[in-house]
C-alpha cells in the first residue's frame, strides 16, 4: 500500500468523528441557553402584537340573559377595559372582586370577552358573583379570543378612546396591576 492511501481515509474519518460528538454538544448548549433565557422571564411580559393597533374587528352576542353583546365599534369614544373571562377559570375568580369594586366606583367601562364557555355556565357564573361588565360578548368558539392574541385566561386589555390596544395584561389582575400600571394607564389615556 501506498502511503497516501495509509493516511487519506484517516484525518477524513475523524473530523466526521468530531462532527458527529460536537454537534449534539451544540445543539444542547443552544437548547439550554434558550431554555436558560427563557425562565428568566416574566410570563405575563408576554409581548403583544396587537399593541399600537386597533381593535380586531368583532361583533359578538350578548351572554345568556345579557342585553349588550359586544363589538368593536363598541369599544371607541372612551378609554376601557377589555377583560377575558370564563366560569371555568379559577384565576378569573380571584381578580372578579377587583372589577366589582371599579365598576361600583365608576372608574372606567369594563367590558367582558366570555371566551369558551357554556352559555348557562356564563349566566349563573355572572349572577351568582355580579356582573361588573358595561357590555358582555359570548365568545363560544375562541375564535375572536384568537383574533386578540389570547394565550389563556384570563387576560385583560386597556383600550384608547379611537379603539386601540395600550396594554395587554395576561393572568389575574391583582390590586398592584390596577394601582401600579393599569389605572394610571388609564389616566393618561384620557
Not at 372608574?107 to 366570555?114: C, E, K, M, S, T
Given at each position: 500500500m501506498t502511503e497516501r492511501a495509509l493516511t487519506s481515509p484517516r484525518p477524513a474519518a475523524n473530523a466526521l468523528r468530531r462532527l458527529g460528538f460536537l454537534l449534539p454538544v451544540a445543539v444542547f448548549v443552544l437548547v439550554t441557553v434558550g431554555l436558560g433565557i427563557g425562565l428568566t422571564r416574566n410570563p405575563q411580559e408576554i409581548p403583544s402584537v396587537l399593541i399600537g393597533k386597533p381593535v380586531p374587528e368583532f361583533s359578538l352576542p350578548p351572554v345568556q340573559g345579557r342585553r349588550l353583546g359586544l363589538s368593536s365599534s363598541d369599544l371607541e369614544g372612551e378609554v376601557s377595559l377589555v377583560n377575558v373571562f370564563a366560569s371555568w377559570c379559577t384565576a378569573c375568580r380571584y381578580e372578579h372582586p377587583l372589577f366589582m369594586q371599579l365598576?361600583?366606583?365608576?372608574?372606567?367601562?369594563?367590558?367582558?370577552?366570555?371566551?369558551?364557555?357554556?352559555?348557562?355556565?356564563?349566566?349563573?357564573?355572572?349572577?351568582?358573583?355580579?356582573?361588573?361588565?358595561?357590555?358582555?360578548?359570548?365568545?363560544?368558539?375562541?375564535?375572536?379570543?384568537?383574533?386578540?392574541?389570547?394565550?389563556?385566561?384570563?387576560?385583560?386589555?386597556?383600550?384608547?378612546?379611537?379603539?386601540?390596544i395600550v396594554h395587554k395584561h395576561i393572568g389575574p389582575v391583582s390590586a398592584k396591576d390596577l394601582e401600579q400600571t393599569i389605572l394610571p394607564l388609564i389616566e393618561r389615556l384620557r
Open positions: 365598576e361600583e366606583d365608576g372608574v372606567v367601562p369594563i367590558h367582558g370577552l366570555n371566551y369558551k364557555d357554556r352559555p348557562e355556565d356564563a349566566a349563573r357564573w355572572l349572577n351568582n358573583l355580579g356582573d361588573p361588565y358595561t357590555r358582555t360578548g359570548a365568545d363560544l368558539d375562541g375564535r375572536i379570543g384568537i383574533e386578540w392574541g389570547v394565550y389563556g385566561v384570563p387576560e385583560s386589555f386597556v383600550i384608547s378612546q379611537d379603539g386601540v
